[in-house]
């Protein structure tokens, strides 16, 4: 029997049926599942869905977002909710993600219209975060993807960011 | 694996990577799971052969 599949288009299904809500405004993947489109695949454990919240409050609207999640029949275990049995978590963009949000590629996967965060932001966002593992996502990306430079290179100079000397 | 191999992967199918990723996944999990593998025939043997000697090399006389 072959293993569960990444149930990425259940995950677009959701996030669409926030946003028809009026409960987001807009809605990417990011992290390392969007990084896999990329890159060579590398495992990676949950989904990254960043969102602009149409809740401008402190609590960015999380609460009515797990709530309708719940009422999709999704369940929640800690920080993440469970879609198709593979762990979800949502994070309320700003500043650089926000921006990877607005500017995100927009995708089909398995019938499911979907949004994905752009090569270049996913480096830019590595590259502010700076981790041994963000230093390494970087380094694979450049070397495998097909990448804008100078898409890349704006993104950094606008966020103040540089890459990691090698 | 070399360079252009990893390359390579990195232009498959979204779709098929995400298919790969959800068997490293599933790898991943057996390998965790699997039990740890003591030698326990060894062991009483291992045991038994310490005692001996040490009955033989005893001289409480």
């Known amino acids: 029997m072959p293993p569960p599949g990444i149930p990425l288009a259940e995950v677009f299904a959701a996030a669409n049926s926030l946003r028809s809500a009026g409960l987001i405004l807009e809605y990417a993947l990011g992290g390392a599942l969007a990084a896999v489109r990329y890159t060579e695949p590398f495992t990676t454990y949950d989904a990254d869905i960043f969102f602009i919240p149409a809740d401008t409050g402190l609590s ?48 089909e996967f398995e019938g499911a219209p979907g949004r994905i965060f752009r090569a270049e932001h996913l480096i830019a966002i590595a590259a502010s975060v700076g981790r041994t593992k963000d230093r390494a996502r970087i380094e694979q990306m450049i070397e495998q993807a097909d990448l804008d430079r100078s898409l890349l290179d704006a993104i950094l100079d606008r966020h103040h960011l540089s890459l990691p000397t090698p | 694996m070399t360079a252009e191999m990893r390359r390579t992967l990195a232009r498959l199918p ?13 790898f991943s999990r ?32």
Do not use: C, N
Request: charged letters at 25%; glycine letters at 8%.
């Open chain 1, 60 to 107: 960015a609207g999380v609460p009515a977002i797990y709530a309708h999640l719940r009422e999709l029949g999704h369940t929640v275990d800690r920080e993440h909710i469970i879609i198709g049995g593979f762990p979800v978590q949502w994070l309320g963009a700003h500043g650089l993600t926000e921006e990877a949000v607005r500017e995100a590629l927009a995708i």
């Open chain 2, 14 to 26: 979204y779709a098929e990577k995400l298919r790969r990723v959800a068997e490293l996944i599933e």
């Open chain 2, 30 to 61: 057996r390998f965790k799971a699997a039990p740890v593998i003591l030698d326990i025939q060894a062991r009483p043997a291992m045991l038994l052969g310490s005692r001996a000697i040490a009955e033989t090399e005893t001289d409480l006389s």
